[in-house]
């Protein structure tokens, strides 16, 4: 299976309670930082309801 790799590149600081704990659930902490997830419908499912947070790239 596909992998993708998420990394946080705005705060959560004014996120509702909800996305907060939607980007720690994908391995995210600090702006900056990135985790590699398997490409399954659960994972893009938290991935768009945080898409204004992230950025997402491919893996190979």
Same mark, same amino acid.
């Given at each position: 299976?596909?992998?993708?790799?998420?990394?946080?590149?705005?705060?959560?600081?004014?996120?509702?309670?909800?996305?907060?704990?939607?980007?720690?659930?994908?391995?995210?902490?600090?702006?900056?930082?990135?985790?590699?997830? *398997?490409?399954?419908?659960?994972?893009?499912?938290?991935?768009?309801?945080?898409?204004?947070?992230?950025?997402? *790239?491919?893996?190979?």
């Amino acid at each position: 299976m596909a992998k993708i790799k998420i990394r946080l590149v705005r705060s959560t600081i004014g996120a509702l309670p909800r996305q907060r704990s939607t980007v720690r659930s994908l391995g995210l902490r600090k702006i900056g930082s990135s985790a590699v997830q *398997e490409d399954s419908p659960a994972i893009k499912g938290m991935v768009k309801a945080v898409s204004h947070l992230v950025s997402v *790239e491919d893996v190979k």
